[in-house]
Nanobody, 126 residues
Framework: QVQVVESGGGLVQAGGSLRLSCTAS????????MGWFRQAPGKEREGVSC????????YYADSVKDRFTISQDPAKNTVYLQMNSLKPEDTAIYYC???????????????????WGQGTQVTVSP
């Protein structure tokens, strides 16, 4: 049974930082692309970032480029999202996803990812 579990969300002031973690079990972690989506109240789900199985291809949405960094530790079956210079508009539920084994790249298309976590809330106060 595949489980994807996020942690690290919370409340932070604008300009602050948070690091989200996501641990996946029940799958061969080191062949999967991993990613992060987010959804703010009243808005559509947005792809934030992803990393392919080998770690040599990443993607960032324009809204988070140069502020967020995705990384992974296959030894721990964990992917991270370091979020710096947070803005109130980053407030959302953040979802970790896993999909597309052995893809040479990654993208933040919902249909790419078979496995989703329950989400972790990130709130950025002004």
């Amino acid at each position: 049974q595949v489980q994807v579990v996020e942690s690290g969300g919370g409340l932070v002031q604008a300009g602050g930082s948070l690091r989200l973690s996501c641990t996946a079990s029940g799958l061969e972690f080191d062949v999967y692309a991993m990613g992060w989506f987010r959804q703010a109240p009243g808005k559509e789900r947005e792809g934030v970032s992803c990393i392919n199985w080998s770690g040599d291809s990443t993607y960032y949405a324009d809204s988070v480029k140069d502020r967020f960094t995705i990384s992974q530790d296959p030894a721990k079956n964990t992917v991270y999202l370091q979020m710096n210079s947070l803005k109130p508009e980053d407030t959302a539920i953040y979802y970790c996803v896993a999909g597309r084994p052995l893809a040479s790249t990654c993208t933040v298309i919902v249909g790419w990812y078979q496995h989703w976590g329950q989400g972790t809330q990130v709130t950025v106060s002004p």
